[in-house]
Each structure stands twice: as structure tokens, then as C-alpha cells.
């Protein structure tokens, strides 16, 4: 039996602090990058298999952001808001540093059915953006 090797195009990882401090992010992180990584193929950004895009999502608390700067001297580091980092070593590779903030952080603490379709339009709102940086179909 062959086990499959090959990374997808688009990963999402969660830093420790936010595994133990929001339930269930971890699960809910691994069906959405299923899900994100069917819709662009759906939206052919993969139509060449030589040029793929890797985008790496890293969600992380607020707090752990502002340290993303100073680690990485040498990639190209660009604010899209206030709690996203995206940082750029080539073309085709974007790691895109997402935090959550303490105020979201308390309103998926109250509310945790809430995770899921909150991460799903964060996420999906920075591919577009991404796409649009691109000239991909938006998602």
C-alpha cells in the first residue's frame, strides 16, 4: 500500500498556546485545510503542476505575532491586518502567520460552534486576497 507522500498546497498549523487554550482547534483546523485546499483546486490554482503555490497558514495567539518580524531577517514581511503576517521567501511560497485575538478568543471561549465557520471566512478572506496578488480565481 503506497501512503501519500506529497504535502498539499495549502497546510494549517496551530501553535501549542492555542491547542490549549481553544478546544477542538486542532481538528477543526485539519477539516478546513481539506476543505481550503479543494475549493482553489476547484477554482484551478493548480492547473500547473510545475508552478504551484504552497501557502502555509500558522494560527497563532495575538500575543505570539509580534516576535514573527525579528526571527525572519532575510523574507519579505508584509502586514495585511492587524492580526495577519504574511512572510514571503520566493514566489511561490507564503507562510501566512493568522493570530486570534484576545477579543475573538473569548467570543469562541463563550461560543465554540462559532470556530469553524469564524476560521473558514478568516482563512478564505486571505486567499482571495492572495489570489487577487496572483492572478488566481478567487475562492
Request: hydrophobic share 45%; charged share 20%; with cysteine.
Amino acid at each position: 500500500m503506497d501512503i501519500m507522500t506529497e504535502t498539499l498546497p495549502i497546510s494549517i498549523q496551530v501553535s501549542d498556546d492555542l491547542v490549549a487554550e481553544i478546544k477542538n482547534i486542532a481538528a477543526i483546523s485539519n477539516k478546513l485545510e481539506a476543505q481550503l485546499n479543494f475549493h482553489t483546486m476547484t477554482a484551478n490554482w493548480y492547473g500547473d503542476e510545475a508552478d504551484v503555490l504552497q501557502i502555509n497558514f500558522y494560527l497563532v495567539a495575538i500575543d505570539e505575532l509580534g516576535n514573527l518580524t525579528k526571527q525572519a531577517p532575510n523574507v519579505e514581511v508584509e502586514t495585511f491586518a492587524d492580526d495577519v503576517l504574511l512572510l514571503s521567501s520566493n514566489n511561490k511560497l507564503i507562510d501566512c502567520h493568522v493570530a486570534i485575538t484576545v477579543a475573538e478568543s473569548e467570543l469562541i471561549r463563550q461560543q465554540p460552534k462559532l470556530l469553524s465557520g469564524y476560521l473558514i471566512k478568516k482563512l478564505s478572506k486571505i486567499l482571495n486576497l492572495i489570489a487577487d496578488r496572483q492572478q488566481l480565481t478567487q475562492i
